[in-house]
């Protein structure tokens, strides 16, 4: 049997069968759903969008994929280029990877190696917070905090090559206090920690993050492998605060093939840019730069800017805002929302079981997870469709 994610695969419930998807449905042999997880957050023009497919279809009339070791191809550099314009700053330097975790994997490396091509070996520690999600590899597993992997945990005890604070500016500024001239980077999913439970927290602690990191030579990573390309209602969380090295991938090719970029400044590359072949980044995925990947990014990209998606995003948020306006409910903790994200957050997990089933039969794709009732939905949803997810939310607290 396939393996399938983070389930206990002899009592999950069976997933349901697709076999078709357009726009904003999910088609099963039964009914269409409309998909309020954007699979993974990701799906951000909705599903067989005809410019993406056409984006991908003439390009494997050509190739679908060369490595880029000892070559490079055209999709790859106008995808660099791109970047280049449509990123804030001197985010400039793309490497390509194959998914989120390793393109945080990557993050990681450059910062311990940009110090160690300096001869400042000291600087070993990764600054991360509570509750984070970078991934699910070994490294990512250990800069983030999931209790899911406290099997790790308990395997090989606490990291000592990382610290962990809440998103607070005491707790901040107490670390750099104690560690500072051991930091290399410190790591943050911005705004927004998704998987660690959909927390939404203040700007503040980031330009503060900001002045410390340039005190203190520390290098700044935004993972916005979840939060970029909108969904916080910010292009990136990076066009207000810039980071040395920004991670993209979910919504970088509009969910339609894995694909990540680590992209870094002019600082960071520089770095690693001399004489020395020993000061080279050593990494290399199999399918980094996949022509068909960056044929779809590039489309993903052109369609976010000619379509104006920042405007879709504010309808998107203020509909959520009107539609969530005066709910409350005894089991329901919190409602956050933040761009083109809606989290009830329950009191307990356990009154959320038997949501998907509900949704389901409402025509609604959901998949709800810790304490988090939550809505991503693809950005070209329409007001009623938009209503029917948040709705169908409210309505099951409604009927118990
Ligand atoms: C999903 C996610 C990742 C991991 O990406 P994969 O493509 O699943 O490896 C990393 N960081 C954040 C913030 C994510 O949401």
Redesign the pocket.
Known sequence: MIWYPYQQLKTMADPYLITDAQGVYLHTPDRKLIDSVSS??SVIHGYKHPELNRAIIGQVEKFSHVMLGGLTHQPALRLAEKLRQFLPGDLDHPFFSD????A?EVALKMALQYYMNRGESQRTLILALEHA????TFK?MEAGDDEDYHFVLQAYGPSPHVVHIPTTIPALEEAFRRYHHQFNCLLV?PLLQ??GGMRMYDVAFLHRARELCDQYDVLLIF?E??TGFGRTGHRFVADLVLPDILVL??ALTGGYI?H?ATVANQKVFDGFYDDSPHHALMHGPTFMGNALACCAALKSIELFETQDYMAKIRRIEAITRREMAGFSHPLVKEVRILGGCVCLEVHDARSLAGYQQFAYERGVFSRPFLNCLYAMVPYIITEEELVTVLTTMKDWFART
């Open positions: 993974w957050w998914s989120g975790s390793v945080v999600y970078h991934g699910d990512t999913e998704g998987a993972d492998v979840a991938g979910k894995g990540a």
